[in-house]
């Protein structure tokens, strides 16, 4: 989407980090949702400006199809507000790890990004996946799965509508604890505050397989 | 009698194959999370994913006596192993299989 040449200069005067989440419709979309919302409530709490939305452009919500869910955290006001999409994701989180497989995941992203996987594979089974593996400075690998059971099938929350359910009860908690340890984004002391399952999120934590790379 | 441009006739009784065809601009492989595999020995052809298969990404191969299956449309819904009548269906996880990858830019 072209911008306007003013907030182009606004944009890079203002380091935006962005992070991407990829997730199937229907069934792992309130775990995506979560984790986007997670990630923009803990940062609120340390302070930060933080922009939390799906993606427009993957609407209709079909079962299984992949989709993104988008945060942005910054230190000044956020300009970008027009932007429906993130053209430069730091971080990419992949919910259902089988997306590696079918979507170019990392398109976009600059040189020394972080990958977040659900998976109980290890990083390099999934980097078997990923041809344009230089840009990665890490993966990450989580069994969220393994830690917090299937996903949570709610619809509370879809589509602007008021979330009732709460953050994290599912997929989600493991994934933001792993996200905590990959980056320096968000900490993990303020995610347990707004995280309802807090044992998954620290199991998540400490579970998660960090590989750097370049 | 009627003056028909060249390129525009129609057969007959507008009867016109069935198309057989593909649309690349929904190309829905990348939607499954387990895919059918399937066990020849125990296939006996009846047709049963064939017919179910909401996608059509099951196909009769008349000559090696097999059905034929495609990795670009699957959605993984696996209603095929479900309704496989000789049990020769059965589910694999995707990231097991190193072929088969769509590998999209964009989700649509």
Redesign the interface.
């Known amino acids: 989407m072209p911008r306007h040449n003013a907030l182009a200069k606004e944009a890079a005067v203002t380091n935006v980090h962005e992070i991407t989440i990829w997730t199937?419709g229907v069934v792992k979309d309130k775990e995506g949702r979560d984790v986007a919302n997670g990630i923009a409530a803990a940062a609120d709490q340390d302070g930060k400006f933080t922009q939390a939305f799906d993606n427009y452009v993957?609407l209709p919500d079909r079962v299984?199809?992949?989709?993104r869910k988008y945060a942005r955290i910054s230190d000044q006001e956020i300009e970008m507000r027009y932007d429906y999409e993130n053209e430069k994701p730091e971080v990419v989180v992949v919910v259902?790890?089988?997306?590696v497989?079918?979507?170019?995941v990392l398109?976009g992203m600059q040189k020394g990004g972080v990958l977040v996987v659900n998976?109980d594979?290890s990083p390099d089974?999934?980097l078997?996946?990923v041809p344009n593996r230089e840009l990665l400075k890490a993966v990450v690998c989580v069994d969220a799965t393994g830690i917090a059971g299937s996903a949570t099938v709610d619809f509370s929350g879809t589509e602007g509508g008021v979330d009732a359910v709460g953050l994290g009860a599912g997929l989600a908690a493991p994934i933001l604890g792993a996200f905590a340890k990959a980056t320096q984004l968000v900490k993990l002391e303020k995610l347990a505050k707004v995280v309802k399952n807090k044992d998954a999120l620290r199991r998540g934590h400490d579970s998660a397989v960090i590989q750097t790379l370049n | 009698m009627f003056n028909i441009p060249k390129g525009r006739e129609v057969p007959f009784g507008c009867v016109t194959p069935a198309p057989v065809g593909e649309q690349p601009m929904m190309i829905t492989g990348n939607w499954r999370e387990y895919r059918p595999v399937i066990d020849e020995e125990k296939c006996n052809l009846c047709g049963n994913c064939v017919v179910f298969c909401p996608d059509a990404c099951w196909q009769f191969n008349e000559a090696d006596d097999a059905v034929v299956w495609n990795a670009k449309y699957c959605k993984g819904c696996l209603i095929c192993v479900n309704e496989c009548s000789h049990d020769a269906l059965s589910k694999a996880y995707e990231l097991d299989f190193p072929d088969g990858v769509v590998r999209l830019e964009k989700p649509f």
């Open positions: 199937r993957d299984n199809v992949p989709l259902d790890a089988t997306i497989k079918g979507i170019n398109r998976t594979r089974e999934i078997k996946f």
